[in-house]
């Protein structure tokens, strides 16, 4: 691990230059910060200059977006963090998507934890879940996930996903053409991630389904999930009532 990181500062508001500035300062000892700059085009000219290893993107800018920006190179070489003052919906489309933010106001610990997954980071595919997120935000709608697996992250469409499966601390993920892949989460890091609004729902302490990949639901013994590949899942007594509700006013 490198014992310095270089870093180029991106945001059309200077005052929020310099809080970010001076945080990185106080807190992150080991990134240095090379430039800054209030715009795509000065931010670009500020890349190609000091072939940063992180840039802190703000989003929303006059001009040009930071996804644009992203667009004047072929395949990125350093490291993004966006910084961001989105909804919601949208910091769940930078999750799923495997992007690190910092949302405004930007905290210390936030800072800390974005800067050492970054960091950490050693698989080379930023244009990968750049276009992902780009995807997310465009679609407004979860559309494609990143999953870690032992290889490296694997991009797959929410839709293909039959239901989730915990196993200890990693998770299996079933698709629906027949294959299965062992995940480096928690199944509660993917519920807060595949939420209802995205058609998944929990059933039970050991599994997150697809609604939209349900064939039946069984009422005898208690109740249970039959999916699209025929896989039987719990249903949890203390969870019946929501799913019912759910599946009653779903439209797929």
């Known amino acids: 691990m490198k014992e310095t990181y270089t870093a180029v ?5 200077a005052k929020a230059r310099r809080i970010l500035a001076a945080l990185l300062n106080d807190s992150c000892e080991e990134i240095m910060i090379a430039d800054t700059a209030e715009d795509v085009l000065s931010g670009i000219k500020a890349i190609n200059k000091h072939n940063p290893d992180i840039v802190f993107l703000d989003i929303e800018m006059p001009g040009y977006t930071g996804f644009q920006l992203l667009e004047f190179f072929d395949n990125p070489t350093f490291k993004v963090i966006f910084t961001t003052a989105y909804s919601e ?21 936030q800072l800390k934890n974005a800067v050492e997954k ?4 050693t698989e080379n595919n930023n244009l990968e879940k750049l276009l992902a997120l780009k995807e997310n935000l465009a679609a407004h709608a979860i559309q494609k996930i990143a999953l870690p697996t032992a290889h490296g992250l694997t991009f797959i469409e929410i839709k293909s996903i039959l239901y989730l499966e915990a196993d200890g601390a990693y ?22 991630m ?12 050991s599994y997150i389904v697809n609604l939209a990949q349900i064939k039946s639901y069984v009422k005898q013994d208690g109740g249970h ?18 799913f019912i509700q759910l599946i009653s006013g779903l439209k797929i």
């Open 89 to 109: 919906y949208a910091i769940q489309a930078f999750q799923v998507s495997a992007i690190d933010y910092l949302l405004k106001p930007i905290q210390i610990d």
């Open 118 to 121: 970054v960091k950490r980071v």
């Open 225 to 242: 999930i039959v999916m699209e590949n025929n896989a039987h899942i719990h249903l949890s007594r203390e969870r019946k009532e929501e």
């Open 9 to 13: 500062i991106i945001d059309d508001e």
């Open 171 to 192: 998770t299996n993920v079933f698709l629906a053409e027949g294959s299965k892949l062992l995940i480096s989460k928690k199944i509660k890091d993917f519920e807060a």
């Open 194 to 205: 595949l939420k209802p609004e995205n058609n998944f729902f929990r059933t039970h302490r």
